[in-house]
């Protein structure tokens, strides 16, 4: 397995129990996976466990209802489950509160916020 399947399983796994850390894992999750394009933010992972915990955090912290989808990938040897977010209000609410956007732009980063 590689490296970031690595990370992706074992932040799939984690279970915190304060809002702050829960916070943190969620941030770490859209900072690794996800992409903008055409006013909607998607997350692709071939981790059944990592879709559901991005789903259920969004869920609980920032009130999201996301859409999630299983398509096979090019090869179609490994399904893909693609969470999105495609309400332009809900994607600015997700950048504020995970401190996804970067202080000079409105550009979404994969740097997590110290804070976390």
Request: proline fraction near 2%.
């Amino acid at each position: 397995m590689s490296f970031t399947g690595e990370i992706k399983r074992e932040l799939g796994a984690i279970a915190p129990h304060k809002a702050c850390c829960e916070r943190a894992v969620l941030a770490t999750l859209y900072a690794l996976l996800s992409e903008e394009r055409r006013n909607e933010l998607s997350l692709k992972t071939e981790n059944i466990t990592v879709a559901r915990r991005i789903i259920i955090l969004s869920r609980r912290l920032l009130g999201l209802e996301l859409d999630a989808d299983i398509r096979s990938n090019r090869s179609k040897t490994r399904k893909q489950i693609l969470v999105t977010v495609s309400k332009k209000e809900d994607i600015k609410l997700l950048k504020e509160g995970l401190r996804l956007v970067s202080d000079k732009a409105d550009i979404f980063h994969s740097r997590i916020d110290p804070a976390f």
